[in-house]
Structures are given as C-alpha cells and as structure tokens.
C-alpha cells in the first residue's frame, strides 16, 4: 500500500507515498484511503488531519492512468473503481473532524479531486491544479462536480472541466480553489492545524457538520441542528471558555 497514517499529538499526517509515480492513486489506494481516515477519527487524540504528499515537491497526479488503461475494459472494475473513489472523496467530505490539503506540488484529476473534499487548502508556489476529464475522455461524478461547485461556482466550474487547464497557485487562489499559498504548506498546515486543535472541539466539528448541511441543501435549522446550539451551553468547553474569558487566560479545552 502507498498511503500511511502518522500521528503528531492532535494533529495526524494521512501521507500519500508513490513518489515513483507522482503520487497517483492506485484501486488499492482509493480503497485503502477511507480506512485510514476513519482510524483517524476513532482516534481520540486527534483532532485535525492533514492530508499531504510524503515527499516534498509532490502532492497528488491523480488516478494511476496506467491502471486505467489495463483494466478499464472490465465492467466490474470499473464499477468497483468509481465506488472506491466515491468512497474516498466523501469520507474526507463527511468527516467528523477538519481535514487540510497541503499541496505541495501538482493536485490533478482524482488529485484534485481529493483536495477538494478536505476543508481547507493550501499550496505551494509551485503547485499546479487541474480537473482534467476532458483530456481523457472521461466524465467526473455528480458528486464530485459539486464538490468543485461548491468550491469555485457553476461558472469557474465548467471553465475548469471544459478545458482541462492547470491553474498555477496564484490562479487558484483568486477563483477560491485553495485559501492560502504558503512556501511550505506542510508547515502551514500544521501551524494552522494546532490553531484549530486548541479550540472547543464541540464548536469546530459542529459548525463543521452543519455547513455539511448547507452545502447538501438544508436551508433551515432541524431538531439536530437545534440541539447542537442549544446542548453546547451544558459542556465542559463552554464552562472552561467562559471561565477563561473571566480571567484573560487562553482556554485550556
């Protein structure tokens, strides 16, 4: 296999290594992704995932074209393919706790792809991002499309997948597709990852579930989101914040 899961104290490294091949994902890989993520979650200690290139000057070529090749002509691994990659992106899309993308060099196709269902994004100077089913011949799923719109806009969107362009970092940054470019965004991810760690975690991961929610199409509050609101005022975090706040002293959640 050629991802691996390192932990840091909170933060945890989900490292995609196929340097050889400029990270691109294998099926192997695609089923193996979600595993590790949700290792990550179960595991109390942490509380942000960065997703990021075991190599620097890597981040992700997208899915293994030579693969593609070999076995595209069978249905039943076509079929297992695309529910494997579905599965990926979505697990990084639902997961519990934030995910930040450190791009730290080219983010193509099924790389991309990834990217765009962590949180948040930041890139090197370098880095070079694409969507590039047009150049292939090939069709991205609904739900991977919308992960794009969601990002960018219908507009920049059809942009993006009608010409198969790679968008330096400076480009993906003024149309919304990473937040930050960062000379080493590893390093900036981490730094932004223990920022996120040190707050109520109960606040981060429920405002991270309900803008899921908005971003699938609920306009109103329901019962869920009622008691998230509501319940958080009879936590230990809301005691130990307020508490801080008292005596100008940081939180200790």
């Given at each position: ?20 091949r400029?990270?691109a ?17 179960a595991?109390?200690?942490v ?10 000057g890597?981040?992700c ?13 069978a ?22 706790k ?16 990834l ?27 609904l739900?991977?499309?919308k ?6 806009g219908?507009?920049?969107?059809r ?55 908005i971003?699938?199409?609920q ?12 319940d958080?005022f ?5 005691a130990?914040?307020?508490a ?10």
């Amino acid at each position: 296999m050629s991802l691996r899961l390192e932990h840091d104290g909170t933060v945890a490294r989900l490292l995609i290594d196929r340097p050889d091949r400029r990270n691109a994902m294998t099926q192997a890989m695609w089923e193996q992704l979600p595993r590790l993520l949700d290792e990550a979650m179960a595991d109390v200690s942490v509380r942000v995932l960065i997703l990021a290139s075991a190599t620097p000057g890597l981040f992700c070529a997208g899915a293994d074209i030579n693969e593609f090749a070999a076995c595209s002509g069978a249905e039943d691994w076509r079929i297992a393919n695309q529910a494997a990659i579905r599965a990926s992106q979505y697990a990084l899309a639902h997961a519990e706790k934030p995910v930040i993308a450190a791009i730290d060099g080219d983010c193509v196709g099924g790389g991309c792809g990834l990217a765009i269902a962590c949180d948040l994004r930041i890139a090197a100077p370098a880095a070079r991002l694409g969507i590039t089913p047009a150049k292939l011949g090939i069709v991205y799923s609904l739900f991977d499309t919308k992960l794009l719109v969601d990002l960018v806009g219908p507009a920049r969107a059809r942009r993006i997948l009608f010409t198969g362009a790679l968008h330096d970092a400076g480009e993906a940054l003024a149309i919304g597709l990473v937040d930050e470019i960062a000379a080493d965004p590893l390093a900036a991810a981490d730094a932004l990852a223990r920022t996120i760690a040190d707050n109520a975690q109960h606040s981060v991961r429920s405002s991270k579930a309900i803008i899921r929610r908005i971003l699938d199409g609920q306009a109103d509050d329901d019962l869920t989101t009622l008691a998230l609101f509501r319940d958080a005022f009879t936590l230990p975090d809301f005691a130990e914040g307020v508490a801080a706040f008292r005596k100008k002293r940081p939180p200790d959640f």
